[in-house]
């Protein structure tokens, strides 16, 4: 895929106009593969989807603003997303999967060129829980220049995960609403897990992903981002997921930036939501 391949003059506009300063603070960068290889470990392979066609989807979505998040088909290689952050410093921020063989220097480079938070997956397909011994080491690296950590976890882990991430000191972010089932309701016991997490102070939730828990229109993930955001309103996020990694359908993101008043009918959370809330976690001028 590139910028050409996205289409753009085919998709509909969406309904719901982003304020400026809006942000995608959850998407990627693929490759090109040419480029930037993906991992050889990796558990899928995409189709390119460089910084181009990302910037093309933003332009003709109205993002301001965007959050690159490193997916795991290029591993710890950050460079796609750095090389993304560095094109564009003052409407980018990155989010970096990194290891312990990073150096201080390494670190430091990442932070001057964006990045200002470290991933780390629990969720079973890509992988499973990471090295315990390593997680706490990297951010107890990271934590001096005041990055957050970044959660990828199944619905299913929220439980037994809590006890650890209320140990965490930094700020810390569960990704796409934690997965949760969207079958299940919010009464599910994942999901009220998940709603005392974002009551703790340095807790940040996305509220994306709904094309991963739902179909379109994705009617039945409103009920749980409209939850969280009431739980949370100065620590919830949004992002599109482009280019949705392992999708279950192609979804249009025209579609996903017309949940936002369904998500936040008021005009005063929307602005938390879209500008205020990341330009505070991400330093956004």
Not at 201 to 226: L, T
């Amino acid at each position: 895929m590139n910028a050409v391949d996205l289409k753009l003059h085919a998709r509909r506009p969406p309904v719901f106009r982003l304020p400026d300063g809006a942000c995608d603070a959850h998407c990627h960068v693929f490759g090109p593969a040419d480029k930037f290889p993906y991992a050889p470990g990796r558990r899928y392979t995409p189709a390119d989807a460089p910084k181009e066609t990302l910037n093309a989807l933003h332009r003709f979505l109205g993002v301001s603003r965007a959050v690159i998040v490193q997916a795991s088909c290029h591993g710890d290689d950050n460079r796609a997303m750095i090389d993304a952050l560095v094109s564009a410093p003052h409407a980018l921020r990155g989010v970096a999967i990194a290891g312990d063989g990073v150096s201080d220097a390494e670190f430091q480079a990442m932070h001057e060129a964006g990045v200002r938070g470290v991933r780390f997956n629990f969720v079973k397909h890509l992988g499973g829980a990471p090295d315990m011994d390593v997680f706490w080491k990297v951010l107890a690296r990271v934590s001096p220049l005041g990055w957050h950590v970044v959660l990828h976890m199944d619905a299913a882990d929220i439980g037994a995960l809590t006890p650890l991430i209320r140990k965490l000191d930094l700020p810390f972010v569960i990704d796409h609403m934690g997965r949760v089932d969207s079958a299940k309701g919010v009464e599910q016991p994942a999901f009220k897990a998940l709603l005392e997490l974002a009551r703790i102070d340095n807790c940040w939730i996305k509220v994306s992903g709904s094309e991963r828990i739902s179909f379109p229109p994705y009617d039945a993930a409103i009920p749980f981002a409209h939850a969280l955001i009431e739980a949370s309103p100065d620590r919830c996020l949004w992002g599109t997921d482009f280019p949705h990694p392992n999708p279950t359908h192609e979804a249009d993101e025209a579609d996903l930036v017309d949940l936002i008043p369904k998500f936040a009918p008021e005009p005063a959370r929307q602005q938390k939501l879209l500008v205020a809330n990341p330009a505070r976690l991400y330093g956004f001028p």
